[in-house]
């Protein structure tokens, strides 16, 4: 069974740039979701994917955007990139009717310059 | 509005003992919790759960407790080995909202000592 991946797991980025992170969901899952976790805190939640349309989102304003494709991968876009958006942006996939556990990739660490 | 609390940004316990991390929170219409690990440079782990409907939920050396009135729940560890030494995060959420949506707590950093 293949566990969550993410790329890149690293990455500079200059503000007012924009930057696109990829999800592979764990094998069988249908649902995505896309949490920001910076230094000393907890993961917020920015958005879920289910059947390729968005059904929730936490308080991130709209430049924050997401895709999730047919065969359940996802990304995350982030547009005019700020400071404050440096921090590891972690993917976890889980499986509608099975149980409200959440499986997550690595993450990939954006530092904005 | 910090919704979940973890009160204890670090703890350290001797190889053996009992580890006791500790998770409050604030809104009541949250009725599943999980608990997670992670390590530096890796995603966090499921580690254990537990439905409101219970107040007890047990894996291993894992076992979490609910107090539903004080709004608290507990991750007891044991025996502690120096391998659980990791962040622990609390994470809450109100299950008939149709999402993941999961509020975590800040963390706690356990230190198990060899």
């Known amino acids: 069974e293949t566990g969550v991946t993410q790329s890149p797991t690293h990455l500079i980025k200059t503000r007012g740039q924009q930057v696109t992170l990829r999800c592979s969901s764990q094998?069988?899952?249908?649902?995505v979701s896309w949490y920001q976790q910076a230094l000393g805190q907890g993961p917020q939640f920015i958005f879920q994917?289910?059947?390729?349309?968005?059904?929730g989102r936490g308080n991130f304003p709209p430049r924050f955007s997401g895709l999730q494709f047919p065969n359940y991968s996802s990304e995350l876009n982030v547009n005019a990139l700020e400071l404050d958006d440096s921090a590891l942006y972690l993917c976890?996939?889980?499986?509608?009717?099975?149980?409200?556990?959440?499986?997550f990739g690595s993450g990939t660490q954006l530092s904005v310059l | 509005d910090q919704q979940v609390k973890q009160n204890s940004p670090s703890l350290s316990v001797q190889e053996g003992r009992i580890s006791i991390l500790n998770c409050d929170y604030t809104?009541?219409?949250?009725?599943?919790f999980l608990w997670y690990k992670k390590y530096p440079a890796e995603g966090p782990t499921f580690l254990i759960s537990?439905?409101?409907?219970?107040d007890k939920n047990e894996d291993g050396r894992f076992t979490v407790f609910l107090n539903k009135s004080a709004k608290h729940l507990s991750l007891h560890i044991v025996p502690s080995q120096p391998g659980d030494s990791a962040v622990y995060f609390c994470?809450?959420?109100?299950?008939?909202?149709?999402?993941?949506?999961?509020?975590f707590g800040t963390g706690t950093r356990l230190k198990v000592l060899a």
């Open positions: 976890a996939s889980s499986k509608t009717g099975d149980g409200e556990k959440l499986f």
């Open positions: 094998s069988g899952h249908n649902t």
């Open positions: 994917y289910y059947r390729e349309e968005e059904n």
């Open positions: 809104n009541s219409m949250f009725d599943y």
């Open positions: 537990i439905s409101s409907i219970k």
């Open positions: 994470a809450a959420q109100r299950s008939t909202s149709g999402t993941y949506k999961y509020i």
